[in-house]
């Protein structure tokens, strides 16, 4: 088939460690080499896009370069057996918008293992209002769930909640009869978290210990930390007897300064969650939970659609988390 043009967000690197970006016209020869062309109609922006739009080498080695860690759409060419034109399919996480031409652009093209069929029970729409945020918070709950935490046990508390991962986490673990509380920096968002299921909501100063105390008052069951840094050290140390941590971000910060006794006094489990190589098998199972048995009634109210055209803005609203709940990107609206 002849080259199809499109529309893709760029980003360029100016001079060295100046990054701008701009939607420019593209090629579908431009793209990787793989077996399976998708007409990408939705996408979504998460955290790591953004760090990827502004030059963070641990997210993207080199540049000009297409961010879009997810992308919706329909199989248009596969030399892929498993794979037919017409297929509508789903793909998430993996070297995608990483160092691979992402999902801010129209057409992506890639490895056949990187692809699922989308859910029944889920658009396409609906699956990016999911994305790796949605991914990321179920992977987080069926950790927990899977490690022993019941609803039985005590609250589990979301840090970053109003975020893409905090809020698809309350919402998820409301849905599965936990008592949730939910922190946040955002004062002005209350009812949206309570709105999402939360049974209470703190501040995120209750999560920022700033004593030298190797233990504070075990107040949670579970946790899912989307933030690092000084929120998860004070998180670990205020969990209660045997109950577990799960950590997948770094918002605040990447570091991690703690000490053993919440591990060897009360016996809580740091639980780490990868979504972008999560295994196959994994992310079947997640997403066939997505589609159903957890389907948010309410997914539709978590998000805002927008068009290409205002993508740039928000990466850099993103990243002064000034964003609420999962922001989605409208590929067919320019
Ligand atoms: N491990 C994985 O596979 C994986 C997958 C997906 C995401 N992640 C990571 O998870 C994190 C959250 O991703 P996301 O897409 O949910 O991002 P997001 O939508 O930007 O949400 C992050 C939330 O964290 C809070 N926050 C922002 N800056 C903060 C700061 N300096 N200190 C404390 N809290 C802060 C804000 O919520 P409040 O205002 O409500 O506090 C913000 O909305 C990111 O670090 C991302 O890279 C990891």
């Given at each position: 088939?002849?080259?199809?043009?499109?529309?893709?967000?760029?980003?360029?690197?100016?001079?060295k460690?100046?990054?701008?970006?701009?939607?420019?016209?593209?090629?579908?020869?431009?793209?990787?080499?793989?077996?399976?062309?998708?007409?990408?109609?939705?996408?979504?922006?998460?955290?790591?896009?953004?760090?990827?739009?502004?030059?963070?080498?641990?997210?993207?080695?080199?540049?000009?370069?297409?961010?879009?860690?997810?992308?919706?759409?329909?199989?248009?060419?596969?030399?892929?057996?498993?794979?037919?034109?017409?297929d509508?399919?789903?793909?998430?996480?993996?070297?995608?918008?990483?160092?691979t031409?992402?999902?801010?652009?129209?057409?992506?093209?890639?490895?056949?293992?990187?692809?699922?069929?989308?859910?029944?029970?889920?658009?396409?729409r609906?699956?990016?209002?999911?994305?790796?945020?949605?991914?990321?918070?179920?992977?987080?709950?069926?950790?927990?769930?899977?490690y022993?935490?019941?609803?039985?046990?005590?609250?589990?508390?979301?840090?970053?909640?109003?975020?893409?991962?905090?809020?698809?986490?309350?919402?998820?673990?409301?849905?599965?009869?936990?008592q949730?509380?939910?922190?946040?920096?955002?004062?002005?968002?209350?009812?949206?978290?309570?709105?999402?299921?939360?049974?209470?909501?703190?501040?995120?100063?209750?999560?920022?210990?700033?004593?030298?105390?190797?233990?504070?008052?075990?107040?949670?069951?579970?946790?899912?930390?989307?933030?690092?840094?000084?929120?998860?050290?004070?998180?670990?140390?205020?969990?209660?007897?045997?109950?577990?941590?799960?950590?997948?971000?770094?918002?605040?910060?990447?570091?991690?300064?703690?000490?053993?006794?919440?591990?060897?006094?009360?016996?809580?489990?740091?639980?780490?969650?990868?979504?972008?190589?999560?295994?196959?098998?994994?992310?079947?199972?997640?997403?066939?939970?997505?589609?159903?048995?957890?389907?948010?009634?309410?997914?539709?109210?978590?998000?805002?659609?927008?068009?290409?055209?205002?993508?740039?803005?928000?990466?850099?609203?993103?990243?002064?988390?000034k964003?609420?709940?999962?922001?989605?990107?409208?590929?067919?609206?320019?």
């Amino acid at each position: 088939m002849p080259p199809r043009p499109f529309k893709a967000l760029v980003v360029y690197e100016a001079e060295k460690n100046t990054f701008t970006r701009r939607i420019e016209e593209c090629d579908t020869s431009r793209l990787p080499e793989n077996e399976v062309l998708i007409q990408v109609k939705y996408s979504s922006l998460n955290y790591k896009d953004a760090l990827s739009a502004t030059g963070n080498r641990g997210v993207t080695r080199s540049y000009p370069h297409t961010p879009g860690i997810d992308a919706a759409g329909t199989v248009i060419e596969s030399s892929n057996s498993g794979l037919t034109p017409g297929d509508d399919v789903i793909v998430t996480g993996y070297d995608l918008g990483m160092n691979t031409h992402g999902g801010f652009g129209q057409y992506i093209r890639v490895p056949p293992e990187w692809v699922i069929r989308l859910p029944k029970g889920l658009t396409l729409r609906q699956s990016m209002i999911y994305g790796t945020a949605g991914f990321t918070a179920a992977q987080s709950v069926l950790r927990l769930i899977d490690y022993g935490i019941t609803p039985e046990q005590g609250t589990v508390l979301v840090t970053g909640a109003t975020g893409g991962v905090g809020s698809i986490a309350v919402s998820l673990l409301a849905k599965s009869g936990f008592q949730v509380i939910a922190a946040t920096g955002k004062a002005d968002q209350k009812s949206f978290l309570t709105g999402l299921g939360a049974a209470e909501v703190i501040s995120r100063e209750e999560t920022s210990d700033t004593s030298d105390r190797a233990l504070l008052r075990g107040r949670w069951a579970g946790v899912v930390d989307t933030v690092g840094g000084n929120t998860l050290s004070t998180v670990i140390k205020s969990t209660g007897y045997r109950g577990a941590v799960t950590t997948c971000g770094n918002v605040s910060s990447g570091d991690l300064h703690t000490t053993v006794y919440p591990f060897i006094l009360r016996g809580i489990s740091l639980l780490g969650i990868d979504s972008a190589n999560c295994p196959h098998g994994i992310r079947l199972h997640l997403w066939e939970k997505l589609s159903q048995e957890w389907k948010l009634e309410k997914i539709d109210q978590l998000a805002t659609e927008i068009p290409l055209a205002d993508l740039s803005n928000h990466i850099d609203l993103i990243l002064q988390g000034k964003l609420k709940g999962r922001t989605i990107v409208n590929m067919q609206n320019v």
